[in-house]
DNA sequence: CATATGATGGACT
DNA sequence: GTCCATCATATGG
């Protein structure tokens, strides 16, 4: 079942809770890649020290796009894809930090290799997973709610006081174990 | 145009 | 745990 469009109005961090368990469904050519999201971090506007959005610009304008707008983001030569969240006009998003693999074998421990597996790249900044035919998210109705880890965020030398990073206990494939 | 800076990943100790 | 290749962005001239 795809998630409903008012999945994406809350509070960053209580989206990105609420992803945890979701299945990420990627279609290329005639095949279907699904994955479980396993580990999410939220990132909200200029008051949060790690977030692009202090850096007015492209990344800015795209987190106060609507709710379920794809942002895509190059660092390192990586991609990393965030779902914007909240209202049209606050800088919000979820980033998508790690996947389990549930019909196909690649590694999806971590943002850069889960675009990797899943062939995401720039051409989906801007597009809104709702509109698109070959990218959308569903609910596993039989997946029972993960026990949900919090933690402080990854790569950030300016983290905020709360913890922002949410995993789902003892999943093998979250990208990082410690903290 | 030049340069600095990572929301990384993989190799290594 | 540490080191570092690598490149999309942001910013300044």
Known sequence: MKIEKNFFKGNADDVARKMLGK???????????????????????????????RQNGDLKKTMEMPGG????YGVHSNWLINFVT???GEASAVLIRALE????????????????GLEIG???HKRCVFDSEDIWIESDTGYAEPEIVEAFRIGVSNDLPEKMRF???DNPHVSRKEK
């Open 23 to 53: 299945v990420i469904v990627r279609k290329i050519a005639d095949k279907e890649l699904r994955a479980r999201i396993v580990e999410t971090e939220a990132y909200f506007d200029d008051g949060d020290p790690a977030s692009r959005a």
């Open 69 to 72: 707008t794809i942002l895509v």
């Open 86 to 88: 909240g209202n049209p």
């Open 101 to 116: 693999p549930l019909n196909f074998d690649l590694k999806c421990s971590g943002p850069g290799l889960l675009t990797r």
């Open 122 to 124: 720039k051409e989906f």
């Open 167 to 169: 995993y789902i206990k």
